[in-house]
């Protein structure tokens, strides 16, 4: 069972838990000539729809890749989500609504079965998770290969690799030459070939891969394969042929894209704005009591085509705390203060950049801007950093949901990579996922320094 069925049944299996919740509630609580998706069609579909999509922004179908304790937690902070929303709605339409005993006895039933489905599934789910058997096609970047595989497609088995290149401990045994991937493929029974930067492919060995692909054996490059499974696109494996070529990358050429941008990211920051006025107040007056100094923090930042603009956030340091020159935020920096690190957990020192959305100088969803220092020192040392400029920097990103905050040369390394997958496949449905993600990650931090 590959990824997208297995989350794709876990959706599933919690709508069913849903469902079944609200017939043993109308059994139990309704009188007998009243039906609960008939009579209470609204109220229905409100608990359903609010309840899934909690389930949806926290990311609750890790299940068997995460600690069934984590499980709990993330569904017991959802199914929180789901009352507060779906309450919300009941109090806007008092005609589709469920009275507060039946509310609370379906909050119960769905918390409780949607926990036991995922019980059972951290004992037994390994008998109905498919193991990919890969075969390498080459040797070069085989390491980053079985790193990756080991990370996102933990039960992937590297079994050996084709070719004639050196001895790599990472690409395994040596299973047959490198002009017969297809029959060594079929013969050690793989399910997946990765064809590595050395990959010998001539005209007779590509016609048989397609072939073969098209009668369902997985056939993918690493790019592709990073890609597609790690949401990333690594900076050591393209060229500039590459990004020529490669479909994506093209935001500036659509100018209906572009637009349509620009409105969503107009609404949503003043509605965003006019909603966490008062968070903001509080923040300001917590951020002057504890600590002299400006609330707001202004900072020169790299933005569209490198030019610069003010940023603004709320203070969440020392006034002194870059007396010595500026330097990386490190994991316990002193130099934040009580109120800051807080802030900074749940990202409220990143609201007043809802006033860059507005005038322009930022848009929602798009690569983090950096200190012009740092963009000069990384460029030296990261190829294609400047593709990040070709955007619009965001006040959230692709890499900010996906990886923790960044503190050194590496960290920017891996954090180029998803923001070039994101700029890449900037759509609107991947800005909505990450919109979605960030309200997961808001709930339960990652990395915030």
Not at 274 to 293: C, F, H, N, Q, Y
Not at 308 to 332: C, H, I, P, Y
């Amino acid at each position: 069972m590959n990824d997208n069925i297995r989350n794709s049944l876990f959706r599933l299996l919690d709508a069913l838990c849903i469902l079944i919740a609200l017939y043993a509630i109308g059994e139990i609580m309704l009188p007998d000539e009243y039906s609960v998706l008939i009579d209470y069609t609204g109220a229905s579909f409100f608990t359903t729809f609010f309840f899934l999509l909690s389930f949806y922004v926290l990311d609750c179908y890790s299940v068997g890749e995460e600690d069934f304790r984590d499980s709990v937690a993330r569904v017991g902070v959802a199914s929180v989500l789901g009352v507060i929303a779906t309450g919300f709605t009941f109090y806007s339409f008092e005609s589709w609504r469920f009275d507060r005993a039946t509310f609370l006895l379906l909050l119960v039933l769905v918390v409780a079965m949607c926990l036991a489905w995922r019980m059972v599934w951290h004992r037994i789910g390994r008998r109905f998770t498919t193991r990919h058997r890969v075969v390498l096609v080459g040797v070069d970047r085989a390491g980053k290969v079985r790193a990756l595989l080991a990370q996102s497609m933990p039960h992937a088995e590297i079994l050996g690799y084709v070719g004639e290149g050196g001895i790599d401990a990472d690409a395994g045994p040596c299973l047959g030459p490198s002009y017969d991937p297809l029959g060594v493929a079929r013969s050690h029974g793989a399910t997946m070939l990765v064809m590595l930067p050395d990959a010998p492919l001539d005209e007779d060995i590509a016609r048989e891969l397609l072939r073969a692909k098209l009668g369902g054996l997985m056939v993918v490059d690493i790019r592709t394969l990073y890609e597609h499974v790690a949401g990333r696109i690594p900076v050591s494996l393209i060229r500039d042929e590459w990004l020529l070529m490669e479909d994506g990358f093209n935001l500036n050429t659509q100018g209906s894209m572009q637009r349509l941008k620009r409105v969503f990211d107009v609404l949503t920051s003043f509605v965003l704005l006019v909603l966490t006025l008062p968070i903001m107040a509080v923040a300001a007056l917590v951020i002057r009591l504890e600590s002299p100094g400006p609330v707001i923090y202004k900072q020169k930042r790299v933005g569209l085509q490198e030019k610069e603009f003010t940023v603004l956030k709320f203070r969440s340091m020392t006034v002194d705390a870059e007396k010595n020159g500026a330097v990386w935020a490190q994991k316990g920096d002193t130099r934040v203060t009580k109120v800051g690190k807080f802030i900074r957990k749940v990202r409220i020192d990143e609201l007043p950049q809802l006033w860059n959305v507005l005038r322009g100088d930022m848009s929602l969803i798009g690569p983090r801007p950096e200190r012009m220092q740092f963009v000069r020192e990384l460029e030296k040392v990261i190829p294609y950093f400047y593709v990040r400029h070709t955007v619009k920097p965001g006040v959230t990103g692709w890499a900010q949901v996906c990886y923790p905050y960044g503190a050194s040369i590496e960290d920017a390394r891996y954090k180029l990579e998803y923001d070039l997958y994101y700029i890449k496949n900037m759509s609107p449905l991947l800005d909505l996922k990450i919109v979605l993600k960030t309200v997961g990650v808001i709930l339960f931090p990652k990395g915030a320094r």
